[in-house]
C-alpha cells in the first residue's frame, strides 16, 4: 500500500489521535531548525545565548538575541503541515497537538488543543516578585523589565537548564499514554526528556507514524515513516483526505 494511504487508513482507524512535531515542522515556513548546518545554534551558541547561566548573567545580551529570534518568527505563517493537523483536530480525528516549538504557529494554523513543551514566546515573567506580562512581539525592540520592581523579564520559554512545565509536562504525558494514534512531524528526538516522549505512547500500544526529511532513530520504531519535507507532505495528506 502507497504510504500516504497507510496513513489516511491510520488516521480514520484511530480513535484517539495525537500529534508531536519539533522544529522541523515549521522550516518551510521560513524558520530556520536549531541543530542543522545553518540553524539557529550555529549563529547562536547555545552556552553562550540560550541557557539559564547566560540569561542570569547577562539579561541585557540575552535580550537582544531573543528580540531578533521573534522578530524572525512574528512574521511567518503556517504552512500546510499546520493546517493538516489543524482540519484533523477540526473533524475530530486529532485530540491534539504537542509541540517543542516556540513560534505559535499552530496556534495560527487553527490548532486548538496545544501542549507547548517549550513554553510560549509571548508571555514573560518576573524572577524577582513573579509577576506574568504578556508581550507584544509586534514592538518589541527593548529589554523588557517588571513595572513592580524594575527587574529585567524573563520570556516564559524553557532555556537550556531550565525545567520543563509542570503543568504542560504532565498534560502531555497523560495524552500520551492514552492516545493509540501517534503522528510524529519534524522532530530530532535528541533533547531530552521531550525526545522520549513518542516512546511513551509507542509503549502504551499506540501507533507511530512519521513524517521526517530524513530518518532517525525513531524511525526504526514507527510503523509507517514517510521520509520528506512536512509542507509537501501534509499537502497531499490534505488532498488525499479532501479535508
Not at 496513513?7 to 531548525?33: M, N, R, Y
Not at 483536530?89 to 505559535?104: A, F, H, P, S, Y
Not at 501517534?182 to 513518542?198: C, D, F, K, R
Request: overall charge negative; hydrophobic content about 40%.
Amino acid at each position: 500500500m502507497d504510504p500516504l494511504e497507510e496513513v489516511v487508513h491510520a488516521v480514520q482507524k484511530a480513535k484517539w489521535g495525537l500529534a508531536f512535531t519539533g522544529a522541523g515542522i515549521s522550516v518551510e515556513s521560513g524558520i530556520p531548525d536549531f541543530r542543522s548546518e545553518n540553524g539557529l545554534w550555529s549563529k547562536y551558541p547555545i552556552e553562550e545565548y540560550a541557557t539559564r547561566e547566560a540569561f542570569f548573567e547577562n539579561p541585557e545580551k540575552f535580550w537582544r538575541f531573543y528580540i531578533q529570534l521573534v522578530q524572525e518568527m512574528r512574521d511567518k505563517l503556517p504552512n500546510p503541515a499546520h493546517f493538516f493537523l489543524a482540519k484533523l483536530e477540526e473533524k475530530g480525528m486529532l485530540q491534539g497537538v504537542i509541540t517543542q516549538n516556540i513560534d505559535m504557529l499552530h496556534r495560527k494554523g487553527g490548532s486548538k488543543n496545544i501542549v507547548e513543551l517549550h513554553g510560549r514566546a509571548d508571555w514573560a515573567d518576573c524572577p524577582v516578585c513573579q509577576k506574568s506580562y504578556p508581550l507584544h512581539l509586534e514592538t518589541l525592540t527593548h529589554p523588557p523589565k517588571c513595572k513592580e520592581c524594575g527587574e529585567y523579564l524573563k520570556p516564559q520559554v524553557v532555556l537550556f537548564g531550565d525545567f520543563l512545565p509542570t503543568g504542560e509536562w504532565e498534560k502531555a504525558y497523560r495524552m500520551l499514554q492514552s492516545c493509540d494514534l501517534l503522528i510524529v512531524i519534524g522532530t530530532s528526538a535528541l533533547v531530552e526528556p521531550a525526545a522520549s516522549l513518542p516512546l511513551v505512547a509507542k509503549g502504551h500500544g499506540a501507533a507511530l507514524i512519521q513524517i521526517d526529511i530524513q530518518p532517525n532513530h525513531l524511525s526504526k520504531r514507527a510503523d509507517i515513516f514517510i521520509q520528506g519535507k512536512a509542507g509537501e507532505i501534509g499537502q497531499k495528506l490534505i488532498d488525499k483526505m479532501g479535508i
